[in-house]
Antibody, heavy 116, light 110 residues
Framework: QVQLQESGPGLVKPSGTLSLTCAVS?????????WSWVRQPPGKGLEWIGE???????NYNPSLKSRVTISVDKSKNQFSLKLSSVTAADTAVYYC?????????WGQGTLVTVSS | QSVLTQPPSVSAAPGQKVTISCSGS????????VSWYQQLPGTAPKLLIY???KRPSGIPDRFSGSKSGTSATLGITGLQTGDEADYYC???????????FGGGTKLTVL
């Protein structure tokens, strides 16, 4: 049973870079899966950020593409999210998930607050 | 404003049936598979339906999905108080080259 666990700073300063990692356990990140990031601002709906395949191929939300980088580290069985030039609008619970458009497994989510 | 349109809320009594609609366009629902998620308060979303009408292992058959044209529907029968949650539809949008979600529907079991 694949499990996902997000980790990273819970507080990021405006104009800074948000960095999160998703550790994959119970399975290999090199399996035939896309690995995704989804966020949810407090009290609002879900927003897809982007996805990565173990080969390194990526797809990003066009509205965030200029600020987003998703990478994979097969040696550590994890993938990561970097979001630059953050503002208060980027405050959200960030989830990592397995799959592309059909996310069978989700991490528990981590709240990231953008504030000085 | 979400690409996919869902009603903000629905309600029904325990034991009854409810449906939640998800409306899109030819660039998303019309030509791609739809998934449905349940999000209980304070928890991560949980996959209920994938590929329009398939249920992952462990999801009871009280939950069903269907698609017609550019709309999809989630049905829940035999409502229980534990079904109170937010429900989201999602799919790929070929024009945006992005995954899109509905705005979510809050289900209240009266």
């Amino acid at each position: 049973q694949v499990q996902l666990q997000e980790s990273g700073p819970g507080l990021v300063k405006p104009s800074g870079t948000l960095s999160l990692t998703c550790a994959v356990s119970g399975g290999s990140i090199s399996s035939s899966n896309w690995w995704s990031w989804v966020r949810q601002p407090p009290g609002k709906g879900l927003e897809w950020i982007g996805e990565i395949y173990h080969s390194g191929s990526t797809n990003y939300n066009p509205s965030l593409k200029s600020r987003v980088t998703i990478s994979v580290d097969k040696s550590k069985n994890q993938f990561s999210l970097k979001l630059s030039s953050v503002t208060a609008a980027d405050t959200a619970v960030y989830y990592c998930a397995r799959g592309s458009t059909s996310h069978a497994t989700w991490g528990q989510g981590t709240l990231v607050t953008v504030s000085s | 404003q979400s690409v996919l349109t869902q009603p903000p809320s629905v309600s029904a009594a325990p034991g009854q049936k409810v449906t939640i609609s998800c409306s899109g366009s030819s660039s998303n629902i019309g030509n791609n598979y739809v998934s449905w998620y349940q999000q209980l308060p304070g928890t991560a979303p949980k996959l209920l339906i994938y590929d329009n009408n398939k249920r992952p292992s462990g999801i009871p058959d009280r939950f069903s999905g269907s698609k017609s044209g550019t709309s999809a529907t989630l049905g829940i029968t035999g409502l229980q108080t534990g079904d109170e949650a937010d429900y989201y539809c999602g799919t790929w949008d070929s024009s945006l080259s992005a995954e899109v979600f509905g705005g979510g529907t809050k289900l209240t079991v009266l």
